[in-house]
C-alpha cells in the first residue's frame, strides 16, 4: 500500500549518540564507491580505499531519464505488453469487463484490483519453460474512488459495490503462456482460481485452536476468513505460495477498545470505528468487532496456498508471528532447515527471522508443508559495531514470559509486536521487502522511508532523521549460516538525491542523473546477483516510480541504473524473472492514485475514454531476444 495510507505513528523511542558520519564511515562497506554531496571529506577515504577488484556488471541497457507521464517506458530495444489487468476474465465463462455496470459475480471470475505481488511457478512437465507457467498475483487493496463511477468514498457504496470490492482483493493464480510473442492468461487452465477475503481457511502453528481466536464463525479457533491487504509474497522451495497480510487494520469496524483485545489491538493500530476505511463490517460480521470480537486476530498472518490444487484450503501460518506483514523470503540453510525473512511495514517497526525446527526434504512435499509450523521466531537489534543481533521471541525465554503477559507461544505470536519491543529489537524505518542474494548469500532488507523519525533521531542503521528517500541494508551470515545468533551488517544505499546536501544520499560515485531514487520498495534478485528495486512514492516527489537495477558486487555495487518508468499515480512492484531471464514481468499498481473514476489522470492502458486506469502486470522483453538488462 502507498506510504499515505501507512499508519504511521509518531514514537521516537531513541536518541543517535552517534554522529551520521560516524555511522557512515563505519557502516558502509569499503567496497562501496561512495557518492553524495555532504561528507567530502570522509567520502575521499572511502574511495580511496574502495575495492579496486570485481568485475563491472553486464546491465548494458540504455538509461531512461526521470520523468513523469501518463505511461510507462522501458529502455530502447526492450517492449512491454500488458498481460492482465483489473477486469480481465480469468475463467472461459467470466462475464467481460464494464467498469459502469461491474457486479460482486462477475468480479469473482476477473482479474482483482491493486495487484501487487507476483511469483512464477513452473508447469509440471512444461516442455519450454519459460513460455508457460502459473502466476500467483496479490490484489492489495481497491481505490474506491476510481473503481466506481461518481467516484464514492468507502462509505457511500452500495451493498453491491461492497461485494465487488471484496471480490476484487485476496489473489488470482492464473496460467499464461506465450504465442506469437504475446503474453495471455489461458482461460480454459484448470489451476485458475481466485482466493479471496471469503475463501475459507485455517489456521496452523502455536496458536490454532487458541481462546484469543475462536469466535462465533471460528468456534475452535482453527478455521479463518479469507486473506485481504495482501502485500508481497514469495515462492517456496517445495512450490507453495506465501502471502503476506499487511495493512489489515483498516478493515475492522466496531469498538476495538470494548474487546478483551483492546491493548494488542492498539499495539497493532487497529482502533476499530475510528480507523475503518471500509465498510465491509456493515454486510459481513467477520469484519465488525462489535459482533467477533476476536476477529482481529485472525488477520496479519503469512498464508501459505497450494497453487497446482484450485480446491486446496490455504493455511495461515501462526508460527511466523502476526504484524503488518509486509513480504517474506524463504532460503534454505546449508543445514537443511529453512529460514524465512519478514519486516513489518510501519515506522518503528522491526524485522523478523523465522528458523525451522525441521529440515527440508527435496521431493518431500507432504513434509514439507509443515516446516512453517515448528521453529524459533526472532528479532534483529542492530548495533553501532555491525552486529545484527538476533533476540529469540520463544515463550519462556527473555521477556516471554507469564510475567509480561504471555501465558503460551501462541501469545507470543499473536502479539508479536509487543515481544519484540520487550526483547530490545531497533525500530526501523518501515522495512518492506527483504530478499536474499542468490550469488552471495547476503540478506538486503529494503526500508522505504519514515517521515516520523525526528531529527538526530536515528540508530545506527537507521541513521536519518526524517527518512524521506528510504534505504537499504545488507546483512551478512557468518560462513553463509542464516540460523546464526548473529550477523555483521552494513548500509548498501541510502536513497535520494545525491546532489542534495539535505538528503545526504549514498551511491556509487558515477551513479547517473537518472540512476538516483526514493522510496524503495520491493526488490528481486536477478541469478546474476542484481537488485532489480521498485519503488512506491517517488511520483509524489515528480518523479515517476519505477524500476531501477543495481550490481551488489564488484566495481559497479551500489550503482543503480534506471530501467523502467511508471504511469501517474502508478507503483511498480515485485519485479518476477520466467527461468531463462528473458521475461521479466512486474505489478502496475493504483496508476491514477489521487484522481477519481470521471477525471482520472490517467487512463493507463487502455487510454479509452469509457475506462478508468487499471492496475495491471505487464510483460518486458527484449526486441532482441537478450537476457534482460543486456
Ligand atoms: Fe503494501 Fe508496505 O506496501
Ligand atoms: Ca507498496
Ligand atoms: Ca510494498
Ligand atoms: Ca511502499
Redesign the pocket.
Known amino acids: 500500500?502507498?506510504?499515505l495510507d501507512?499508519d504511521d505513528l509518531p514514537i521516537p523511542r531513541e536518541h543517535q549518540a552517534t554522529p551520521l558520519g560516524e555511522i557512515l564511515e563505519r557502516r558502509i562497506a569499503r567496497r562501496t564507491f561512495l557518492k553524495g554531496s555532504a561528507l567530502a571529506g570522509a567520502q575521499s577515504t572511502w574511495m580511496g580505499q574502495a575495492l579496486a577488484s570485481g568485475a563491472a556488471s553486464s546491465l548494458a541497457f540504455k538509461e531512461l531519464p526521470h520523468g513523469l507521464d501518463d505511461t510507462l517506458h522501458v529502455p530502447p530495444g526492450y517492449a512491454w505488453q500488458v498481460v492482465l489487468a483489473w477486469g480481465d476474465p480469468l475463467f472461459t465463462d467470466a462475464p467481460g469487463f464494464d467498469p459502469y455496470r461491474q457486479t460482486s459475480t462477475a468480479q469473482a471470475k476477473q482479474f482483482g484490483y491493486n495487484n501487487?505481488f507476483l511469483g512464477w511457478l513452473p508447469l509440471p512437465g512444461a516442455s519450454r519453460p519459460s513460455e508457460s507457467g502459473l502466476l500467483a498475483v496479490n490484489h492489495?487493496?481497491v481505490s474506491s474512488a476510481l473503481m466506481h463511477p461518481g467516484s464514492p468514498d468507502a462509505f457511500g457504496l452500495s451493498r453491491e459495490q461492497v461485494d465487488v470490492e471484496m471480490q476484487a482483493h485476496g489473489l488470482s493464480i492464473v496460467e499464461v503462456h506465450r504465442q506469437a510473442g504475446t503474453w495471455k492468461a489461458r482461460l480454459a487452465s484448470g489451476y485458475n482460481r481466485r482466493i479471496t477475503p471469503l475463501t475459507g481457511m485455517r489456521f496452523s502453528g502455536p496458536a490454532r485452536g487458541h481462546r484469543r481466536l475462536k469466535t462465533a464463525f471460528s468456534p475452535e479457533g482453527v478455521k479463518s476468513m479469507g486473506t485481504f491487504?495482501n502485500?508481497?509474497g514469495q515462492v517456496t522451495p517445495w512450490g507453495t505460495v506465501l502471502t503476506a497480510e499487511?495493512?489489515v487494520q483498516s478493515y475492522f469496524m466496531g469498538e476495538a477498545r470494548l474487546t478483551e483485545e483492546m491493548a494488542s489491538y492498539k499495539r497493532f493500530g487497529m482502533h476499530g470505528s475510528d480507523v475503518a476505511r471500509s465498510a465491509w463490517g456493515m454486510f459481513h460480521e467477520s469484519w465488525n468487532l462489535d459482533l467477533h470480537p476476536q476477529a482481529g486476530t485472525h488477520a496479519g498472518w503469512i498464508v501459505e496456498i497450494d497453487p497446482y490444487d484450485p480446491h486446496s484450503v490455504p493455511v495461515k501460518r501462526t508460527a511466523l508471528g502476526r504484524c503488518?506483514h509486509?513480504g517474506c523470503d524463504v532460503v534454505i540453510n546449508p543445514d537443511g532447515r529453512v529460514v524465512v525473512y519478514m519486516g513489518d511495514?510501519q515506522a518503528f517497526e522491526y524485522i523478523y527471522r523465522f528458523v525451522s525446527k525441521q529440515r527440508y526434504r527435496p521431493g518431500e512435499t507432504r513434509h514439507n508443508r509443515t516446516l512453517l509450523d515448528e521453529g524459533e521466531l526472532s528479532v534483529a537489534e542492530f548495533t553501532e559495531q555491525g552486529t545484527l543481533i538476533w533476540h529469540p521471541l520463544v515463550w519462556g525465554q527473555g521477556a516471554c514470559t507469564p510475567a509480561n503477559g504471555f501465558s503460551s507461544q501462541a501469545d507470543v505470536v499473536i502479539d508479536m509486536r509487543g515481544a519484540a519491543d520487550l526483547a530490545g529489537a531497533t525500530p526501523m524505518d518501515?522495512p518492506?521487502e527483504i530478499k536474499v542474494n542468490p550469488v552471495t548469500g547476503h540478506v538486503f532488507a529494503i526500508l522505504?522511508n519514515n517521515k516520523m523519525r525526528e531529527p538526530f533521531s536515528g540508530n545506527p542503521a537507521n541513521p536519518r532523521g526524517f527518512n524521506r528517500h528510504g534505504h537499504i541494508l545488507e546483512f551478512i551470515a557468518p560462513g553463509g549460516d542464516h540460523s546464526a545468533a548473529q550477523f555483521t551488517w552494513e548500509i548498501f544505499i541510502l536513497a535520494g538525491d545525491p546532489q542534495s546536501p539535505v538528503d545526504q544520499a549514498r551511491y556509487h560515485p558515477d551513479t547517473s542523473a537518472p540512476g538516483w531514487f526514493s522510496c524503495p520498495?520491493n526488490g528481486t534478485f536477478d541469478r546474476s546477483g542484481n537488485l532489480w528495486i521498485a519503488t512506491?512514492g517517488f511520483g509524489r516527489q515528480g518523479i515517476a516510480d519505477g524500476i531501477w537495477v543495481s550490481a551488489t558486487q564488484g566495481s559497479d555495487r551500489a550503482l543503480p541504473r534506471h530501467f523502467l518508468s511508471a504511469p501517474r499515480g502508478a507503483e511498480i512492484?515485485s519485479p518476477c524473472f520466467t527461468p531463462d531471464h528473458k521475461t521479466m514481468f512486474c505489478s502496475v499498481q493504483h496508476p491514477g492514485q489521487g484522481s477519481g473514476f470521471d477525471a482520472p489522470s490517467t487512463r493507463w492502458p487502455d487510454f479509452d475514454a469509457g475506462v478508468p486506469p487499471r492496475p495491471a502486470i505487464v510483460a518486458i522483453s527484449h526486441d532482441g531476444d537478450r537476457l534482460m538488462g543486456s
Request: charged share 50%.
Open positions: 500500500m502507498s506510504s501507512a501487487d492489495e487493496y491487504a502485500c508481497a499487511e495493512n503488518k509486509e511495514d518501515r518492506e522505504t520498495d512506491d512492484c
